[in-house]
């Protein structure tokens, strides 16, 4: 998987401030991999469903970022939320109910939730489609978007989350 990868959203001052705030290990389970799985993930299925892929990019690098540890940490969604609310940068780029959507995301994304604005259900897909890296093959009765559900895209992410 590549390390590098051009983003008009994800820039390397966002990428910086984010190593920065991170507090586990970079290249650990919930880390920069991960982002750039739930990245692909996501975009992938915006593309499919008409999901707005400014939000969905900016879940992938926000929903983790303000985890504590990487066993149970129940408030960190809630956490990433409001600390992408309080970046300058994400609050200019993004419109507010972007804005709103993304804390949403951010806040329910380990909830189990599948009902919510396609662009939310979108951030929660391509994050569940990443589990493999820990040893969990979705199931497409926990996933949200018919998309995400075909057993091809499955197929297709849990192969990576392996890598």
Do not use: K
């Amino acid at each position: 998987m590549p390390t590098e990868f051009t983003s008009d959203i994800i820039t390397p001052e966002l990428l910086q401030t984010l190593r920065a705030q991170y507090r586990l290990d970079w290249d650990g389970v919930h880390g920069y991999a991960h982002w750039l799985r739930v990245r692909e993930n996501g975009l992938r299925l915006a593309e499919l469903t008409g999901a707005n892929p400014r939000v969905v990019e900016m879940f992938a690098f926000l929903h983790d970022i303000c985890r504590e540890n990487d066993i149970i940490d129940p408030g960190h969604g809630q956490r990433a939320a409001d600390f992408a609310a309080g970046l300058p940068y994400v609050c200019e780029l993004l419109t507010d109910e972007e804005l709103r959507l993304l804390g949403v995301a951010c806040a329910g994304h380990t909830r189990g939730y599948t009902e919510a604005d396609i662009t939310v259900q979108v951030c929660w897909d391509a994050d569940r489609l990443d589990l493999g890296r820990i040893g969990i093959r979705p199931v497409p009765e926990r996933l949200c978007t018919e998309a995400a559900r075909r057993a091809e895209f499955i197929a297709w992410a849990f192969r990576r989350s392996l890598e």
